[in-house]
């Protein structure tokens, strides 16, 4: 089993749509619900997306049960761009629609927040994942970033070969046509 750490904005969802996209790998998206499988009936190659304040929200033993998955921990370099998506998607979330930022075909134009707005967001999530690292700090984890999966100009290349041998599955080439432009990580 496997949980995907993270916060929200973080592209969460574009990494669970690549790792649907293996034979061997099942991620049922964010536990927001009752309607995906639960964490305790989960077998070897399934998974599930925590953000940092719905793991301190579980139940002392499902927090165990994250704590013997394999942890692939979500980050996003790029702080300020986090902090205003999560600012936009918070403020703003009814006139977006709901994940209508994945079906744009033009650019999303962020409003001006106070740089008060900004850094306090940064210190809420910095806090987030400071205490969730903290409490699975003996966990076994994959640290990978948004700007791999998206592929930044300043990373070359990056292969799935890490991650998938970190979840004990087979090499292969991920896809996925979650956003534009399509994604494909080999």
Request: proline content about 3%.
């Amino acid at each position: 089993m496997f949980v995907i750490l993270t916060t929200q904005r973080s592209g969460s969802h574009l990494l669970s749509s690549l790792l649907n996209s293996h034979p061997d790998l099942t991620c049922y998206g964010e536990i927001v619900n009752n309607e995906i499988k639960p964490i305790e009936e989960m077998e070897e190659g399934e998974g599930v997306i925590y953000h940092y304040n719905q793991f301190f929200n579980l139940s002392k033993a499902r927090k165990e049960i994250v704590r013997s998955s394999k942890i692939l921990h979500l980050i996003r370099n790029d702080m300020d761009k986090l902090v205003r998506s999560r600012l936009v998607s918070g403020k703003y979330k009814d006139k977006l629609g709901a994940k209508s930022h994945y079906r744009r075909k033009e650019t999303i134009h962020y409003p001006e927040f106070t740089d008060e707005e900004v850094e306090r967001a940064k210190r809420c999530i910095l806090k987030e994942r400071k205490n969730a690292l903290l409490e699975l700090w003996d966990t076994e984890m994959f640290t990978l970033s948004y700007e791999m999966l998206t592929g930044d100009k300043s990373i070359k290349k990056l292969t799935n070969k890490p991650i998938l041998r970190f979840l004990g599955v087979a090499p292969m080439t991920l896809e996925t046509t979650l956003t534009k432009p399509n994604y494909k990580l080999t």
